[in-house]
């Protein structure tokens, strides 16, 4: 019989194997999932996994796409992992992304077609106090009427997809774009555009960003009070208040923050990437980036790694898609997966396993 | 074996790392009062768990009047007329007495019925209890009797008692042993377990005694000491904290008018709270639980916020300053939850040393945790108050609850305070690890400062306190010297007759 039982620290070997071993037993149940959909299950994980990076044909398009896809994800994963580790629950990512999107790059086109090199600082700014203010939404009905930022949070992801479709087709729309929705793409309009710093790489000022957030997230919460009290906050909230920590203070902290980083990545998304405002500009980042912040164990360098997994199942889920006729939802279960063994998995880091012999009853 | 109602034969119980019981033998007589008695982790529980149906002995055997006796379940145990009061109550606060009662019956009967015969168990047995209020509004002491009415009416034939006066007055104490020795009286044995010796010298007719899993002792406590009881309990001669008589200085901490709402639904609201405290001098807080003991800690440590006039230190009002304001100023306090309230589980010692330390131990610079200092602080309250550990590194949730309690009062004690307010300083902590601490409580108020300390143990409050206020309802006595308070006085202290009580000075 097995039995777990719970082990008097958490194991740290195992907190760093469960994320690999998730990714092993992903690999082999969804190889049998491909299998039963009658694809060849080591071809198919072979594209997803290793394809986008050294395919002699695709990985030329497809490598500079892996830090593309993974900037937004680890730059909000960060914001949110803060919050989650002091068990404040922001899941509308999404909105702030787009809500700081729209900030930013409403700012840029304010200014069409001035050539000032402020306009880009400006609208990262912006970008990110768009987000910030959003996420303040659910904070401050927290803090003042105890409402679940939960539920205020995801909901206002809708609030914030009907403003996006609104605005690219009133206020931001493109005013030469002959009644297409959307805004002018920021490639015709340099001063304003997030351009690859080195051609050809993928890296964009978000992606920067978003390693500047691993580094910084990574100093607050290992060498920082108030990375402590988070970490103090999240563990035991009666512990936190008696050393001294204000919940109020922390939720404004967290969500705040995290908002800002969401809003962020949406404005580098909006002005590199993508290139404009437009109906379907989210691309569900802000939700992936809770999967992303979970694999990576609420950890910056864990999210780092995820990130860039992360991105590999897309980019890779996508040539999987094109090559085999993989149905999408196929990849998506696939990304699911991984969610779901890691937290099954998760369970090694606290318990272990015994095995007993059933007592005779 | 003939004539015992239950005979235990060589039980052994091991759990992973621990045997919790170790080839126990002891038998109970019909009618018989009989103590267990053990330090906490002795193995008690595991023994009566196991007699209860709850656990499985991994080898030895039980014989119930003769025949061999495996209970599975609760249940079975129950068919067979074992019953048992647990020191936690199982009961919902929404439902009233009688609804409660019908929960942990198999086939109740119809309501009304079942009311009438709550009330005449309880009246037959001097258990006054009205089966129709609601559990929310009993204190503890009505509480336990609804577990033990719950019991007695399956007509037990063996009553199994786990510290049932942990939560009780004196005189609650005196009703309720009123109750077992009458049951007794009428044939019901009492297996009653419990680490206060005068109870057990006063009710109990046999005791075994337990330490490490293993019998290490059977007599007659009515003809042992106390002391002597402890030191088998021990296993080795009982250290005495003694105390120094130290002048009395300035006054440090006043409370004037203290009221506070409880942060808890079911809490108790602090009301028109008084005391004023000097340095170098101990003051001892008694009462049952519940009566406003957390919020006080509370208030005390910032953790709830009052208008800043009704607490004073050294003259400055602090009542509107939250917990590290106060530490600044050298208010430092220990609650009583040890795991999830005084320290984080799951973090090491290092960082549960910094969780209160940063301030007066100068461990932050410029905000950032000065991580080496943290790990020293850490190291020297675990090497000066004898916490056994493998090192800082350890989680808090490793160490057992009387190295954690020795860590949690060391790491206040260390960083020198002006006043410190401790809550159930020794609550399931081992005897030894006690007097360490209260010994510790003792030298810091003889270095000069002003100590609060809240407790149940009246034993406790006794030994270390200067002076004694009893908790009641939220209220707080007037302090009276605590040198010749006699055990009636104090219980109508925690009974709540205030104004009997100080005409009663007075006079």
Redesign the interface.
């Known amino acids: 019989m097995l039995r777990l039982?719970k082990r008097?620290?958490?194991s740290k070997m195992w907190t760093a194997l469960t994320p690999l071993l998730a990714v092993v037993l992903t690999m082999i149940a969804g190889g049998i999932m491909f299998a039963m959909l009658g694809k060849d299950p080591v071809e198919a994980i072979r594209i997803i996994f290793w394809d986008p990076l050294f395919h002699e044909q695709f990985a030329a398009y497809s490598r500079p796409q892996l830090l593309v896809k993974a900037g937004p994800l680890i730059l909000i994963a960060i914001g949110l992992s803060l919050g989650f580790r002091a068990n404040i629950w922001n899941i509308g990512a999404e909105g702030q992304y787009i809500i700081g999107a729209i900030c930013g790059a409403a700012v840029g086109l304010a200014f069409y077609p001035s050539e000032s090199f402020l306009i880009f600082p400006m609208m990262v700014i912006v970008g990110g106090l768009g987000g910030w203010a959003w996420a303040m939404i659910p904070a401050i009905l927290r803090t003042k009427f105890n409402t679940n930022e939960i539920l205020v949070s995801l909901l206002l992801v809708y609030v914030a997809e009907q403003l996006l479709a609104s605005m690219s087709l009133g206020l931001l729309r493109n005013p030469e774009g002959m009644g297409f929705p959307g805004s002018r793409n920021f490639r015709d309009f340099p001063a304003a555009f997030n351009q690859e710093i080195i051609a050809g790489s993928g890296m964009h000022w978000g992606v920067v960003v978003a390693f500047i957030a691993v580094i910084f997230s990574y100093v607050l919460l290992s060498?920082?009070?108030?990375g402590?009290q988070i970490?103090?906050a999240g563990?035991?909230p009666?512990?936190?208040?008696?050393?001294?920590v204000?919940p109020k203070r922390m939720i404004l902290f967290c969500l705040g923050t995290a908002g800002g980083l969401a809003g962020l990545a949406g404005l580098f998304e909006v002005s590199g990437p993508a290139g404009q405002i437009s109906i379907d500009f989210n691309s569900g980042y802000g939700f992936t980036a809770i999967i992303v912040a979970f694999l990576g164990r609420l950890h910056p360098v864990g999210i780092l790694l995820a990130g860039l997994l992360m991105a590999l199942t897309y980019i890779g889920g996508e040539l999987a898609q094109l090559m085999l006729g993989l149905p999408g939802a196929a990849i998506q279960a696939f990304q699911g997966m991984l969610l779901f063994f890691l937290l099954a998995v998760d369970v090694l880091s606290n318990f272990r396993i015994?095995f007993t012999r059933t007592?005779a009853? | 074996m003939v004539g015992q109602l239950l005979s235990v034969e060589g039980v052994t119980k091991a759990y992973?790392g621990v045997v919790a019981n170790d080839t126990v033998s002891f038998t109970v007589a019909p009618g018989e009062v009989h103590a267990l008695l053990g330090e906490n982790g002795a193995g008690k529980s595991t023994l009566v768990k196991m007699i209860y149906g709850l656990v499985?002995p991994d080898s030895g055997k039980m014989v119930w009047m003769g025949d061999a006796y495996e209970p599975?379940t609760p249940n079975a145990a129950r068919a067979t007329g074992v019953a048992m009061v647990f020191q936690h109550f199982s009961l919902f606060e929404a439902l009233n007495v009688a609804e409660n009662v019908a929960l942990g019956m198999e086939y109740p009967p119809p309501m009304g019925q079942l009311a009438q015969k709550i009330k005449e168990v309880s009246e037959a047995y001097g258990l006054p209890l009205d089966p129709v209020r609601l559990v929310g509004e009993l204190s503890a002491g009505e509480r336990q009797r609804v577990e033990i009415i719950r019991c007695l009416l399956q007509d037990p034939k063996l009553l199994i008692m786990d510290e049932p006066t942990s939560v009780l007055t004196p005189q609650e104490v005196e009703i309720l042993f009123t109750t077992l020795r009458k049951l007794s009286a009428e044939g019901t044995a009492i297996l009653y377990i419990s680490h206060k010796l005068e109870e057990i010298r006063s009710l109990c007719q046999g005791a075994t005694v337990l330490r490490l899993g293993k019998v290490v002792g059977t007599c007659d406590p009515r003809e042992k000491s106390a002391r002597e009881l402890a030191e088998l309990m021990v296993g080795q001669t009982l250290h005495i904290p003694i105390r120094e008589a130290s002048e009395l200085g300035d006054v440090t901490l006043e409370l004037t008018g203290l009221s506070v709402a409880s942060n808890n639904p079911f809490g108790t609201s602090l009301k028109d709270v008084s005391l004023s405290l000097q340095a170098g001098e101990i003051v001892g807080i008694g009462g049952v639980a519940g009566n406003g003991q957390d919020e006080l800690l509370a208030s005390l440590?910032?953790?709830s916020l009052t208008t800043a006039d009704s607490v004073k230190l050294k003259g400055a009002a602090i009542g509107h300053l939250?917990?590290?304001q106060r530490?600044e100023l050298g208010l430092l306090?220990a609650?009583e939850?040890r795991l999830?309230?005084?320290?984080?589980?799951?973090?090491s010692l290092t960082?549960n040393a910094?969780?209160?330390g940063?301030i007066r131990e100068n461990l932050?610079r410029n905000?950032?945790?000065q991580?080496h200092s943290a790990k020293e602080f850490a190291e020297r309250i675990i090497s000066d108050f004898d916490v056994r550990t493998p090192g800082p590194d350890?989680?808090a949730?490793?160490l057992s609850g009387g190295n954690l309690q020795k860590f949690v009062i060391g790491r206040e004690v260390l960083q020198r305070p002006d006043v410190l307010v401790v809550n159930q300083p020794t609550w399931g902590v081992d005897a030894s690890a006690a007097a360490d601490i209260r010994q510790s409580l003792l030298d810091l108020a003889a270095k000069g400062a002003a100590v609060i300390c809240i407790s149940q143990d009246l034993d406790e409050l006794m030994e270390i306190s200067d002076r004694f206020a009893a908790l009641n309802e939220g209220r707080l006595t007037p302090t009276r010297p605590a040198k010749g308070l006699t055990v009636d006085e104090i219980g109508l202290m925690m009974g709540g007759a205030h104004d009997m009580e100080v005409s009663h000075v007075e006079a």
Do not use: C, Y
């Open positions: 039982e008097p620290s958490p060498r920082h009070m108030l402590f970490r103090v563990q035991s009666k512990a936190a208040r008696f050393s001294g204000n015994k007592e009853a | 992973p499985r599975a440590s910032g953790e939250g917990p590290n530490r306090t609650p939850e999830g309230h005084a320290a984080a589980p799951d973090m960082e910094a969780l209160t940063t932050a905000g950032f945790i991580w350890n989680a949730r490793s």
